[in-house]
């Protein structure tokens, strides 16, 4: 990190919905906080600040992903904390939640505790979640409280669903008495076990086992269920098909504790881009149809879905290589996130205030942890995004250690072009 005396941001646009603030503004930072945001050329205050004229960019609360895999321990050839965040902080992004599925996996304290101390130095924050059964197994609770008096932020199997109904309930059941969110990989495993890609005509048509729209749906509404019978909430992560959409839309109207996420691809692509037998768009759920893209876009405009994710999911060559059948599940996602969200924006799906909510404000809430806002007295955790930057996303260019991205060559708009964490400056194109 590039420690500085003090930061004055110039000529920015402050997008801060959590404030109601959209307005041309100056933000003064000093020790790590935010001291003042006032109208362009009247702030005053430490004469040793760094100035940096942000104008024609946006000035948003830093951006934070609440569902990314770092690898560390265990599979540090593909990712590090280290080499993640500084992915992270180069898209923008000024704290990421990490998945529990590393070996060993985190269901105790004592990984917890070494996963927060590696993060020292990182180039972001790391917030650990801990599995909600011991190993990741799905057969029983893991140690949940130790994992929070250590610093878990949530539970989560990512990875592999918690078939066991019983499992889950008491996993709600019990999370709640240590405030932590619930994150479910819902997925019917009976359904999905042999499949490789969305089922349906495409599949067949390249020769490739299917998994059906049903093997999420079916767990969608079981986990929305048992939301609704013991009263605590559930985070649906990365919902890909029309009616699991469907599930969380009538869920929340009826006022369930519910939340959801989905994840750029999910938005950008479809099934097809796995013609080819491209493994850099296989993924888990997979890439689904058109239908689908259409049906996300809208619930993220009206309020279904509550954040975008990138569930960023590092490969090396060594996984994805190889026969589709056998390579692995994922992409990576941290470095493309603003970009893909920003042409939303520029369809019309939602306004800028939104993308801010489903990728700040709305994390930071699910989360409970700080960030989202610009409030003057907060920390100082901020990103920059140049709406108007044009550049091709590159092999040389792709910061994390593994480049398993479906968006590579492509001509990409709007980048975030620097990063403060706690008044640090982590990333900087300017």
Known sequence: MAATQGILLKNGRIIDPANGIDMAADVLIENGKIVSVTEPGKLSGNANAQQIDVAGCWVVPGLIDMHVHLREPGEEYKETILSGTRAASAGGFTAVACMPNTDPVNDCSVVTRMILEKSHGAYARVYPVGTISKSGKGEALAEIGDMKSAGIVAISDDGRPVSDSQLMRRALEYSGNFDLPVICHSEDMYLSRTGVMNEGALSTKLGLKGIPSAAEEIMVYRDIKLAEYT???????????????????????????????????????????????????????????????????????????????????????????????????????????????????????????????????????????????????????????????????????????????????RQLKGMAVLTIVGGDITFSSL
Request: without cysteine; glycine residues 6%.
């Open 231 to 409: 009263g605590r909430p559930v985070h649906i992560a990365h919902a890909s098909t029309r009616e699991s959409i469907n599930l969380i839309r009538s869920a929340k109207e009826k006022g369930s504790p519910v939340t959801a996420e989905t994840a750029p691809h999910y938005f950008s692509l479809t099934e097809k881009a796995v013609e080819g037998y491209n493994t850099n768009a296989k993924m888990n759920p997979p890439l689904r149809t058109e239908e689908d893209v259409a049906s996300i876009k809208e619930a993220l405009a009206d309020g279904t879905l509550d954040v975008i994710a990138t569930d960023h999911a590092p490969h090396s060559t060594l996984e994805k290589e190889v026969e589709f059948d056998v390579a692995a599940n994922g992409i990576i996602g941290l470095e493309t996130a603003v970009p893909l969200t920003l042409n939303l924006v520029r369809e019309g799906v939602f306004d800028e205030a939104k993308m801010v909510e489903l990728l700040s404000v709305n994390p930071a809430k699910i989360l409970k942890v700080d960030g989202g806002s610009i409030s003057e007295g907060s920390i100082a955790d901020i990103t920059v995004i140049n709406p108007e930057k044009e550049f091709q996303y590159t092999i040389d260019k792709v910061v994390s250690k593994s480049k398993n991205s479906p968006f590579l060559g």
